[in-house]
């Protein structure tokens, strides 16, 4: 069961990491293109991405917490 969680976490952590390198990439790009202007569309949309993928992060933590406390209640520890 534990080896279930964490292949789940490392999935959802693998995905996180590679939007938000994305995002920064795709943000330094808009920026430099554009002369550094921050109304960019390639710098919003990589703002976007990595606002996006931070926000996976936060619900697969989240449902991965949930999971676990729904486990424990009923009797089946992962410790």
């Given at each position: 069961m534990m080896e279930e969680y964490k292949q789940k976490m490392q999935t959802v952590r693998t995905?996180?990491?590679?939007?938000i390198s994305f995002g920064a990439f795709l943000v330094i790009v808009g920026l430099v293109v554009s002369g550094f202007s921050a109304s960019s569309f390639m710098a919003l949309l990589g703002g976007g991405i990595i606002l996006a993928s931070m926000v996976f992060f936060g619900?697969?933590?989240?449902l991965g917490i949930i999971e676990e406390i729904a486990d424990r209640s009923k009797g089946e520890s992962n410790i």
């Open positions: 995905v996180s990491t590679i939007g619900f697969g933590l989240f």
